[in-house]
């Protein structure tokens, strides 16, 4: 194999596999990008695998001769990195196991891998939707923050993916809150109602491409074990997550008797300065609601106490209500409204959190309270 790339061009998708490669595996292939030149159109491929999350790629390149070799992830795209910013980087096989790096007057010679030993990438066929970047994107930002850190419980390390033919929605939580939220969006050549559980890390790479460029269009399809996302030049492949989510309508609460109103930037600042002096590990915040106050505080017997007062419309009785500060400010990070609405019955019963005023997607965020 021998081929000329620009070496922008190749940073910039080295970028989108390298986080996908495993760091340290029993399998060594999986810590290597495969660089396939047996194209006839001018272009290479390039993939990366941890063989849950796979994802394949192109990038223009000058072809003198084929072939196919599998180059240590990391350390490629750091010396990719690391070269001239304008450079025509040359790259050459000595043998199945050697490659030549060349720029300039920089050179490297690094041990690969055969392409043979690469992990098979399935094939994406045909689309069975089309979803435009902007909102997919939006809606894992919502919804990616609670999904269970504890990989025992499969089910929940992933976000449920609902699409018919009039909305989409995304669902996750980690049995302590639960993440919500729903667009319009018709879908007219879909004949039934799509549910699939996303794993996280899958996510979490669609996520970051997407971030790249939001005006992307994801053509999605599935089969019985695989997720295809497909954008432009970039195919992301997942394995599908088996498992029964749990039923999130009975999670979301209704009728709740109580309301308030926020400024959603005054209680993020809020939350904020009471959280200095919080539990690191408990990370709990007490509401104490009166009539037109709202008391934060947080007590912690090695650093102190801390409180903010709020000014609040309410005229129930006195409750006191205990939130960890780290779910707070997750939602308070991503919601795009100027006002927050929370609503609660009492203090066990879960809280909902939601924006206030016109939005173009509906956004529920259910929080169980901590004991005080």
């Known amino acids: 194999m021998k081929i000329k790339v620009s070496r922008s061009e190749l940073l910039h998708e080295l970028s989108q596999i390298t986080p996908v490669v495993e760091k340290s595996t029993k399998l060594p292939i999986l810590s290597h990008i ?40 990391r350390e490629l795209t750091d010396l990719v990195r690391y070269l001239p910013e304008d450079s025509e980087i040359e ?30 990438i ?29 990989q025992s419980r499969f089910t929940l390390n992933g976000i449920l993916l609902i ?21 319009t969006k018709e ?19 669609l996520s970051k491409i997407l971030q790249a460029d939001q005006q992307l269009f994801v053509q999605f399809a599935s089969d019985d074990n695989h997720l295809f996302f497909k954008m432009e030049n970039r195919l992301l492949v997942s394995r599908l997550l088996a ?19 926020f400024t959603t930037k005054k209680l993020k600042q809020s939350v904020n300065r009471v959280n200095v002096l919080a539990d690191e590990i408990s990370k709990r915040i007490m509401f104490k609601i009166t009539p037109q106050q709202l008391l934060l505080r947080t007590e912690n017997i090695k650093k102190g106490e801390a409180e903010v007062e709020m000014e609040v419309e309410y005229n129930g009785a006195e409750v006191s209500l205990g939130f960890n500060s780290q779910y707070l400010l997750e939602f308070l990070n991503v919601v795009e409204s100027e006002e927050v ?31 005080i």
Do not use: W
């Open 34 to 73: 495969l660089i396939d030149a047996n194209r006839d159109d001018e272009t290479i491929s390039l993939a990366g695998s941890d063989l849950d999350v796979s994802i394949k790629t192109s990038c223009p390149a000058h072809i003198e001769e084929k072939g196919a070799i599998a180059i240590p992830a």
């Open 91 to 120: 790259i050459c096989t000595e043998d199945s196991e050697r490659v030549f790096i060349i720029a300039g007057k920089s050179k490297s010679r690094m041990v690969c891998l055969p392409d043979e030993t690469f992990p098979d």
């Open 122 to 150: 399935p094939s994406f066929e045909a689309a069975e939707i089309t979803i435009p970047g902007d909102i997919l994107r939006k809606m894992i930002q919502m919804t990616i923050f609670s999904v269970t850190q504890e």
């Open 163 to 183: 699409i018919n033919r009039n909305f989409i929605k995304m669902v996750s939580t980690d049995g302590h809150r639960m993440a919500y939220v729903e667009a």
């Open 187 to 205: 879908f007219e050549n879909l004949d039934k109602e799509m549910k699939i559980l996303i794993p996280k890390k899958t996510v979490s790479e």
């Open 243 to 261: 498992g029964q989510f749990p039923n999130y309508e009975l999670v979301i609460p209704r009728n709740l008797k109580n309301k308030l109103i």
């Open 341 to 371: 609405i929370f609503e609660f019955s009492d203090n066990e019963a879960p809280g909902l959190f939601r924006p206030h005023g016109e939005m173009d997607y509906v956004y529920k965020y259910v929080i169980m309270p901590m004991s």
